[in-house]
């Protein structure tokens, strides 16, 4: 069975290896926070789970501290690394991770952190979380977005799942912005942060889907690598699955700061978006299924991108249950159990994944100079 996956000739085959924390190690708290957030809401069985949900959100907070002290201790002894990382077109991309995680733990501390601190200081902190997080997924959209058009040198079939990371942050700001809607102060800044959401939404929502197309048409001309970057092709999850749940939050809080007809026109608009776009999500998830399917069958090995299984998925699985609680259907409840399932065996698979690498060290180790991954369409 041929190997699909080439590098471009004049790069070097074997560079040199530097020990070292990427932006992309940040998916692992991205990932993490999901389930939390994600099985608190669940339909039917969601208050059962809020054990679990909080001892997981407890340990996302505790690697997103862990994450943050290693890479500023990082950056500070060694700093040509983040300069090198910046500078990598693949790897910059990956710099709207720690925003994401950041958000997706200030979510958790809303739903968990009464628990074991005061109701006003877990509102405090994710309020923090959110203004930092919010602040660099913008700052991360349009820097990295800007040298993308400006600076990195790209094939003409370089596009993949990672250029989603820098632009879907704006998506989970909107989406944890709705949770903190009701804490905010006055009734005008409620509703100043209501449309600031809906803002946010657009900005990630039609960056997404300029993407998304991109990835298409790489797909339709020049295939797939085969690789480690095929697990990248479910981070399309994200947005789409981020954005139904966006769209739930922001119609239920609109309800209660926004006077009729339009609290009612965004509450519709959870159900009129939402059931369209989780239709499509359905549909990449079968195709990213079966590329990754075809992938293993030709030995993919085990990178951290495996991490885009879980976070993705879990943005399905809130999006899913929003959907339940606005339509009422069994079908959109059990839907949400199943995907709900479906991401803990696939959190299982990368921290498994992750942890024999970190024994091996290898998962440490990253090339010093990148190399360009060159898809090419072949028989399965």
Not at 51 to 70: C, E, N
Not at 237 to 243: E, H, N, Y
Not at 273 to 281: D, H, I, K, L, N
Request: charged share 10%; with cysteine; aromatic share 10%.
């Amino acid at each position: 069975m041929p190997d699909n996956t080439q590098v471009e000739p004049n790069r070097e085959l074997n560079p040199e290896l530097s020990t070292e924390i990427g932006p992309n190690w940040f998916a692992s708290v991205m990932g993490t926070g999901i389930i939390a957030n994600a099985a608190v809401g669940l339909p039917i069985i969601g208050k059962d789970l809020s054990g679990l949900g909080f001892v997981i959100w407890l340990l996302a907070a505790l690697m997103l501290v862990a994450m943050l002290l290693i890479k500023v201790i990082q950056t500070i002894i060694r700093p040509h690394i983040i300069k090198r990382q910046f500078n990598d077109p693949v790897m910059a991309q990956f710099f709207g991770a720690p925003p994401m995680a950041m958000l997706t733990v200030a979510g958790g501390t809303i739903l968990f952190g009464p628990q074991i601190m005061a109701p006003e200081t877990s509102i405090t902190i994710a309020w923090v979380l959110w203004f930092i997080g919010t602040l660099g997924g913008i700052t991360t959209a349009v820097i990295i977005t800007f040298r993308l058009f400006t600076h990195y040198k790209i094939r003409s079939d370089a596009a993949f799942g990672g250029w989603l990371m820098p632009v879907v942050p704006p998506m989970v700001s909107a989406a944890i912005g709705a949770m903190l809607i009701p804490y905010a102060p006055t009734l005008a800044m409620q509703q100043t942060l209501l449309y600031a959401c809906y803002a946010l939404f657009g900005v990630s929502l039609l960056s997404a889907l300029i993407i998304i197309t991109m990835i298409w048409s790489r797909l339709v001309h020049s295939g797939t690598s085969g690789g480690a970057r095929v697990p990248t092709l479910w981070i399309i999850l994200g947005p789409l699955g981020q954005s139904i749940t966006a769209a739930g939050a922001l119609g239920t809080a609109a309800l209660l700061v926004v006077d009729e007809p339009i609290a009612t026109a965004m509450n519709t608009m959870a159900v009129l978006y939402g059931v369209p776009v989780w239709g499509f999500a359905f549909f990449w998830s079968i195709l990213a299924s079966l590329l990754t399917l075809r992938a293993l069958r030709r030995k993919m090995p085990f990178a951290l991108t495996w991490w885009a299984f879980t976070f993705p998925v879990g943005t399905c699985v809130t999006g899913t249950s929003q959907l339940a609680l606005h339509t009422e259907l069994e079908a959109f409840e059990w839907a949400a159990i199943s995907l709900f399932v479906g991401l803990i065996c696939a959190w299982l698979i990368a921290a498994i994944g992750t942890i024999k690498g970190l024994k091996g060290g290898h998962i440490m180790k990253n090339p010093t100079t990148s190399s360009h991954v060159v898809s090419k369409k072949g028989q399965l």
